[in-house]
Every structure is written in C-alpha cells, then in structure tokens.
C-alpha cells in the first residue's frame, strides 16, 4: 500500500520562475491538502482539493494554485516565486467525509528560491 | 482565528526520563486533535489522535496524550523516553465543522535525548 509520494524531491528556482510540484495520495484516499512549512515553523494551510474543486484556502496570495486530477492526484503551482518562497511543500490525503478522516504525509519538496 | 501554541521549543532530556510536550488551542468549539512526528531525515508521521470520547489517548511508541477541554490543552506524554525518541513533535488542530479540513499546526518542539 503506497503511501503519499511527492516529486520532485527538491527544486531550485530564482525569483520570478514558476514552479509546479506533484502529489499523489495515499491509496483510497480521494482529498489532497497543501502545506507550507517554512524552515523552523509548522506547517500553514495552502490549500485542499476535493472531487477536483479547491474547498478550502489559507492565507496565500493568488500566485499559489492548485489541480486536481480524475485519478485524485494533485498539483501545486507557484507563480513569480519570491524569496520568502523558500520551503519545505508538504502534501497530505484523506477520506473526505468519515467521521475519523485523518491527514497523511508525503516527504515533501523541498524548494529553494535564489 | 484558531491557534496553536506549543511553548517548549527545545527540549532535552536523558534516556529513561519523563516527557510532557505541551500543547494549547484556541479554539472554542468542537475540535479534532493530533500529535504528529518529524524523525530527522523524514516525513511528518502521525503519532496519535482524538476525536471524541475517552479524553486521555494512546499512540504510537508508547506515547499518550490527554484531551482537558477546560483548558483547551491536549500533552503530550511518555514515562521513559528512548534516544529513538529524538524527533520534532508538532500538535495540530481541527475545528470540526462541515467543510472545515484544515489542520492548524502549532510551531513545534525539538526534542533531543542523550543516551
């Protein structure tokens, strides 16, 4: 049973590049959340997609977006990177709507913004 | 807005000893609790949880939390600590309303054991 995998693993990009990073959940699981967790922090809330609609958003500007895929897997693109960019990207999955859904984590992409 | 506050930042003990992380919500309402652990090198693992019913919850490890809702705190506890228990612990939190999955995570604890 294949947990939640991420690519790629790191990534190095300068200011004003876009960037896309990938997810796919965990076997049987059909909601993708994205995190932000900068060096030193907890994770903060990007955003979650459900039946391939975002249903819920943090406090991230525009340049943050999202897809979600028929086979549930998902993307997280940045446009116009900054600096502040610079992070590890945690993506997570669950089974929306159980009574005990619970977040699992994929390693994560580490992205650094020069 | 909901908030997180885990007020040990580093912690360090020897093997055998106590560990309490802890760990305060703002929240008010009903909420979904979680434990979760960063090992060097790797992924965010979940160590436990609570949803309902009893308050005092048993995890991975060896670990157990309590849920006093009164306080609106939810430590982290383990009686002997292992140096295989030197990690980054993080709570987290979920207001449980319909729609409402995001998880507000408090800023972490590093703790190191000395063998």
């Known amino acids: 049973d294949a947990g939640v995998t991420q690519s790629p693993t790191h990534l190095i990009k300068t200011r004003g590049q876009q960037v896309t990073l990938r997810c796919s959940p965990k076997?049987?699981?059909?909601?993708v959340s994205w995190y932000q967790q900068a060096l030193g922090q907890g994770p903060q809330f990007i955003f979650q997609?459900?039946?391939?609609?975002?249903?819920q958003r943090g406090n991230f500007p525009d340049r943050f977006s999202g897809h979600q895929f028929p086979n549930y897997s998902s993307e997280l693109n940045v446009n116009a990177l900054l600096l502040g960019d610079s992070a590890l990207y945690l993506c997570?999955?669950?089974?929306?709507?159980?009574?005990?859904?619970?977040?699992?984590f994929g390693p994560g992409t580490r992205l650094t913004v020069l | 807005a909901q908030s997180v506050s885990q007020h040990n930042h580093h912690v360090i003990l020897s093997e055998a000893a106590s560990l309490e992380l802890g760990c305060n919500y703002s929240?008010?309402?009903?909420?979904?609790l979680f434990w979760y652990v960063q090992y060097p090198g790797q992924h965010l693992q979940l160590l436990l949880k609570y949803f309902s019913g009893d308050p005092l919850v048993k995890g991975i490890k060896g670990f157990e939390a309590e849920f006093i809702k009164s306080k609106f705190s939810f430590n982290l506890r383990k009686p002997s600590v292992q140096w295989s228990d030197t990690a980054e612990y993080f709570c987290a939190v979920r207001a449980w309303n319909t729609g409402f999955q995001k998880l507000v995570f408090g800023t972490g604890t590093r703790l190191l054991v000395s063998p």
């Open positions: 076997s049987g699981h059909d909601t």
């Open positions: 997570a999955s669950s089974l929306r709507g159980t009574s005990t859904d619970t977040q699992y």
């Open positions: 929240y008010g309402g009903t909420v979904n």
């Open positions: 997609y459900y039946e391939e609609e975002e249903r």
